[in-house]
């Protein structure tokens, strides 16, 4: 029996939205473990979030939400985009949770405990001076500085010095090389290998375990003036997920007793491949099997930033192509592991040749034939076909040397496998040509040519089931085929389909898209876009509260009203539409709230400054007022 499979992918940071970069790692990790459980193999799949840190506090102020309620609003736009792409996660840690938390103090308390090889404390308490980033969350040297700005957030580091509790890093790195070398530690591509042991032959130093500048974070038990380093607090998700401190069996099970797969790309390789090791050496825990830094991409060419506007929502991807051609698309890129340009532009054209022509067309004629010439009925097999042989032995082979490629993360070469075969069994088709048969009168080899064909389609839908789960569940709906056949065993199988059973078809699996359907989608789609504002646009409204001083009627105009209202020591002349409603005598005296900071206009040549704000439906309409002790100019929020 294999030992459980247990991925992971990093927990993302919440300050920001999802775009293709989490969804590619996710997406990877969704289809390894659901290759794994495919496979029959026990399989925990992790993904979360990592919410601690000066950089969610600020996001939360700017956004005027305490630190929690901006966290639960910006997880669940993770977790809507994960639903949207059909990720099926075990377990989806949060580092705001008390499980979490738990977990934090368990392994910072094994680590205080702990002696070097040399006797000394592992965990020790010093003073820090250094330039720190807030983008990064960590403190940076003078030599990564690029005209004396933080090279990846282009703003200058804080001077900051602090007291800190130490990690002797330094005593661990020569078992960490070790390990890495002989591979006890597989750090995969070979490439970031190599690069975390050039990492170990330069300058490192211990680094600091906790912060006492940050306040958003886990605070230490043994210090409640400091909150764990968000280093220390987010790769321990890994481990507080599965139950470290709080559920024994399930720790043993997945993490002493796995094998652990820990998913990245290459920014964060200094963090997993040195500083995870060490802090699970100083606690006495065994360490990940295997760390798997994938490519980083680019976009068009460009590194993906806000400020550039051109990071890709993975969610408009899905609008387009669907949550299984967004994930067949992105999947098949490039080679997992090598650096590559994501260009949106290709998409459809791939979309199109791949999944509309190989594999919807594969689906379509030979079902539609099948549906005219044999009543709809799978017709008998039959195995002497000139080319069968072939075609079966490409079958055979198929699943296990996909299933192969996955457990070396070679996914892309997986997908070609399955998507060989369709190109093969195409090829097939397009050779015995069945339709000619048909009208020769040979329906028995016409059949027989139909029934191989919906053979490996069945075995296709399974392979490229990690892939694309829901279109492969329509196609095997097609064979009245539920999940319960959906394992590796049932595609190394041929001739499993029932000759006689009626194929359920309606309609094509991967219709073909045409630019114009996209542009459909995008109009629409920026239309309600247009609607929405963000937090930074909405932060520019200034609402506050007038007291309405003096009221008359506009001459001319029957519905507005000329009022003179006070928001706070500002007096001003407004113009409201508001005269069918509220009489001068009625309105005067009021307090109502008002958007204070528009610029002057002139309405029906009368100036106005400001605008007041009032709820209207039909001929109903009431004023926003403001009761109690509130006075003219207080700030609504
Ligand atoms: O670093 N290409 O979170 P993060 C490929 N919270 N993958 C990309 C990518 C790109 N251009 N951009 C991002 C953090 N990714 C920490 C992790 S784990 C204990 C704490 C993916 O939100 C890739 O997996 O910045 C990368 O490692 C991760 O997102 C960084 O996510």
């Not at 004396?148 to 002797?168: A, I, Q, S």
């Amino acid at each position: 029996m294999p030992k459980p499979f247990y991925i992971t992918t990093p927990i993302y940071y919440v300050n920001d939205k999802p775009h293709i970069g989490h969804a590619y790692t996710t997406i990877s990790a969704d289809m390894i473990s659901r290759f794994h459980k495919l496979a029959g193999r026990d399989t925990f799949f992790l993904t979360g979030t990592d919410e601690h840190g000066n950089k969610v506090a600020e996001a939360a102020a700017k956004a005027n939400l305490s630190e929690i309620e901006f966290c639960d609003k910006t997880v669940a736009t993770f977790q809507n985009a994960w639903n949207n792409l059909t990720i099926e996660n075990d377990y989806f840690i949060r580092t705001t949770s008390d499980r979490h938390k738990k977990a934090v103090w368990k392994i910072l308390d094994a680590m205080r405990e702990a002696k070097t090889d040399d006797g000394e404390d592992v965990v020790y308490s010093d003073y820090y001076e250094g330039l720190y980033c807030t983008g990064c969350e960590k403190f940076i040297t003078e030599k990564e500085l690029v005209d004396g700005l933080c090279p990846d957030h282009k703003v200058k580091p804080e001077l900051l010095k602090e007291k800190n509790y130490f990690f002797r890093l330094t005593s661990f790195l020569p078992k960490i090389k070790e390990l890495i070398e002989s591979d006890e530690l597989e750090i995969l591509p070979e490439e970031r290998k190599r690069e975390v042991l050039g990492l170990i032959g330069q300058d490192l130093n211990d680094f600091s375990l906790s912060r006492e500048r940050v306040k958003w974070g886990v605070p230490l038990s043994f210090d409640k003036s400091q909150v764990a380093y968000v280093w220390v607090d987010a790769l321990s998700n890994y481990i507080s997920a599965i139950g470290y401190g709080d559920d024994d069996e399930s720790f043993k099970k997945w993490w002493t007793n796995g094998e652990v797969v820990h998913l990245m790309a290459k920014d964060i390789l200094k963090f997993h491949c040195l500083f995870w090791p060490a802090m699970l050496l100083a606690a006495g825990e065994k360490l990940p099997k295997t760390l798997f830094l994938h490519g980083f991409f680019t976009v068009d060419g460009e590194k993906m930033s806000k400020s550039l506007g051109n990071m890709i929502d993975p969610n408009e991807v899905v609008e387009n192509f669907g949550a299984d051609g967004t994930r067949y698309l992105l999947l098949t890129q490039f080679p997992f592991g090598v650096d590559g340009d994501v260009q949106a532009k290709r998409f459809i054209t791939q979309y199109n040749s791949d999944l509309a022509n190989d594999l919807g067309n594969l689906v379509s004629r030979v079902v539609k034939m099948v549906l005219s010439n044999f009543d709809g009925k799978l017709p008998q097999p039959k195995k002497e076909i000139d080319g069968l042989e072939e075609l079966l032995k490409a079958t055979e082979e198929m699943p296990n040397a996909a299933y192969t490629h996955v457990k070396h993360f070679q996914l892309s070469k997986a997908i070609e496998e399955a998507m060989g075969l369709v190109k093969t069994t195409n090829k097939f088709f397009n050779d015995k040509a069945p339709w000619k048969l048909g009208k020769e009168g040979k329906f028995d080899e016409m059949g027989g040519i139909l029934y191989a064909c919906c053979e490996v389609i069945r075995i296709v839908s399974i392979v490229l089931s990690p892939i694309m789960p829901t279109k492969m569940r329509e196609i095997r709906a097609i064979f009245n085929l539920d999940d319960s056949s959906l394992n590796l065993d049932q595609a190394n199988t041929f001739f499993v389909l029932e000759p006689g059973i009626t194929l359920n078809f309606n309609d094509s699996i991967f219709p073909r898209l045409s630019e114009k359907d996209l542009a459909k989608k995008e109009d629409t789609k920026s239309t309600e876009d247009d609607n929405l504002i963000d937090f930074d646009q909405f932060g520019k409204v200034e609402l506050k509260v007038a007291e309405v001083l003096e009221a008359e009627k506009v001459e001319g105009a029957d519905r507005l009203l000329k009022l003179q209202i006070a928001i706070g020591d500002d007096k001003r002349q407004i113009i409201a539409g508001v005269a069918e409603f509220y009489p001068p005598e009625k309105i005067k005296g009021m307090k109502i709230a008002v958007v204070a900071n528009l610029k002057p206009a002139k309405i029906r040549g009368v100036e106005s400054h400001g605008m007041l704000l009032a709820a209207k439906k039909g001929k109903k309409l009431t004023l926003m007022t403001v009761d109690g002790d509130i006075p003219s100019g207080a700030k609504i929020s």
